[in-house]
């Protein structure tokens, strides 16, 4: 969760030009630099990443999460209420935080895990583990052979604008 000084030290930062986020270390950053700096650089425009610029994302993208996380936790962390309005289809997804989702992605992927997190866009924090499963055709034989790879994370960032389905976990599917 972000400390309400950090807050402050954010804007003091980007005021002054990012100087403070270029002094040496990682200056208690969380995220890991190297998957910030390649997750970067997947953007064909990009070449190179100047460090104040890694630690200026890495240190945004950090508030970013504690932030949703707050906002998410504001919306549906209210212990003892026991009637739940349901406005917009976004409430739906509000009774599922701290629970389980099936969350279906664009090309063929399929993930599960613990919401901890969303916002208006869909972008979400899943936490414990998720499933991909890709679908691959034989060069061969044109025929379609599924793949199913099955990789635990703690803490995963889905971006919005790839999710089709966000649904409780299916019955029967592991866990």
């Given at each position: 969760?972000?400390?309400?000084?950090?807050?402050?030290?954010?804007?003091?930062?980007?005021?002054?030009?990012?100087?403070?986020?270029?002094?040496?270390?990682?200056?208690?950053?969380?995220?890991?630099?190297?998957?910030?700096?390649?997750?970067?650089?997947?953007?064909?425009?990009?070449?190179?990443?100047?460090?104040?610029?890694?630690?200026?994302?890495a240190k945004a993208t950090e508030l970013f999460i504690a932030h949703l996380a707050q906002e998410s936790f504001k919306i549906g962390g209210v212990v003892g209420n026991t009637t739940v309005a349901v406005e917009e289809p976004l409430d739906l997804i509000r009774l599922s935080l701290d629970e389980r989702l099936y969350v279906k992605?664009?090309?063929?992927?399929?993930?599960?895990?613990?919401?901890?997190?969303?916002?208006?866009?869909?972008?979400?924090?899943?936490?414990?583990?998720y499933i991909m499963h890709n679908v691959q055709v034989d060069d061969e034989t044109f025929e379609e052979v599924y793949k199913t790879t099955r990789r635990t994370i703690p803490m995963l960032f889905v971006r919005g604008d790839g999710v089709i389905l966000v649904a409780p976990p299916m019955r029967g599917a592991p866990p």
């Open positions: 969760m972000m400390v309400p000084d950090e807050s402050e030290k954010m804007k003091n930062g980007s005021a002054s030009g990012g100087a403070s986020c270029s002094s040496g270390g990682n200056q208690g950053l969380i995220l890991p630099l190297q998957r910030v700096k390649m997750i970067m650089k997947s953007c064909p425009d990009v070449e190179t990443v100047p460090q104040e610029s890694l630690h200026a994302v992605m664009r090309n063929e992927r399929e993930l599960r895990g613990r919401l901890h997190a969303y916002d208006q866009h869909l972008n979400m924090v899943l936490g414990e583990h």
